[in-house]
């Protein structure tokens, strides 16, 4: 039997599983996935073959390094550079490297949800790139938004990579760009990382490795739950689904309950019953073509300045503008 009652409930996550847990369908969001062991994860995964999201985007960065640094400091002598969700700052790093190495005056405002990450972003950068002046802020995305803010009359150049925008459904992305809209003003830029529909076999063998990175990564937000709230899940009893509809371009992860069974969260004080092949819904990872994004951008208030594609045709950064 479900508990009913809901307990005091402190931090988010407590609330947010505890509502995902006792809802039908089942769910649980992806931000949770990113504690250390999360982010080691994901990393592997950006270094797996068959992730081509990193690749590509690294050949875009590269392939233009030189006219997206002059358009950042168009018009401009300083700005900064926000990223959000910054990760490892892997792909930023060759921009990083040639706006340091050709004296562009700016400053790097790395955001991300893990301390842990940003604290080896900025250990890296102080070895590799000393010159560039670092500034880390941890919270989601729509906690910091005010941090983005906060230098009125610097200009802002706002980063947001790796196709995170990608693991919002279409309504939460309108209004996290609105809202990121309405902190810029009008030489402010905003450079955006969107993983292209595609062959969807490309797309599933992403998301469903050989290896199994994947499947743990996806099942390390029930690790979590059982180290942080007490729980008791049994990872064996749980398998990876990955599906992918190519008219929609939504890529979606699944835990599959492989047998009825019970666990309990100690701290939540639940119990949670699975039904044999009950599902949690854990990520959505969005592919987009260029008519979806221009419909998000016009009702983000957004104006196209640019966009850059692979040679592949499977990744592309688009420059928007107030
Ligand atoms: C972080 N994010 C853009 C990744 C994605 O592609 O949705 C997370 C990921 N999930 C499974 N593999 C990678």
Known sequence: MQELIAPALETQFEKDVYKGLTDYPKH?????????????????????????????????????????????????????????????GMKT??????????????????IDISQNALDGLEKSLRN??????????????????????????????????????????????????????EVMQKEDLLLVGFDMKKNPQIILDAYNDPKGITATFNKNVLTRINRELDGNFNLDKFRHWEVYNPESGTAKSYLVAMEGHTVTLEKL???????????????????????????LADRAGLKIVTEFGDAKGQYKNYVFRR
């Open 93 to 110: 790093k060759i921009l990083l490297k040639y706006l340091s190495e050709n004296n562009f005056d700016f400053k790097y405002q790395p």
């Open 269 to 295: 004080d639940l119990q949670v019953n699975f039904e044999a092949w009950e599902t949690i819904h854990t990520e959505i990872s969005q592919k987009y073509d260029d008519r979806t994004i221009k419909w």
């Open 28 to 88: 649980l969001s992806s931000q949770y996935f990113y504690d250390a062991t999360g982010d080691k994860l994901f990393q592997d995964i950006m270094d797996m073959p068959e992730y081509y999201l990193t690749d590509r985007e690294f050949e875009i960065l590269s392939e233009n390094t030189e006219e997206i640094a002059q358009l950042f400091a168009q018009g401009n002598a300083s700005f900064k550079l926000t990223e959000l969700g910054a990760g490892d």
């Open 128 to 181: 590799e790139l000393p010159q560039v002046l670092v500034e880390t802020r941890q919270g989601t995305y729509f906690e910091t938004l005010s941090a983005i803010n906060a230098e009125n009359g610097t200009k802002k150049v706002i980063l947001f990579l790796g196709s995170n925008i990608g693991n919002l459904l279409h309504p939460q992305a309108m209004e996290f760009l609105r809202n990121i809209q």
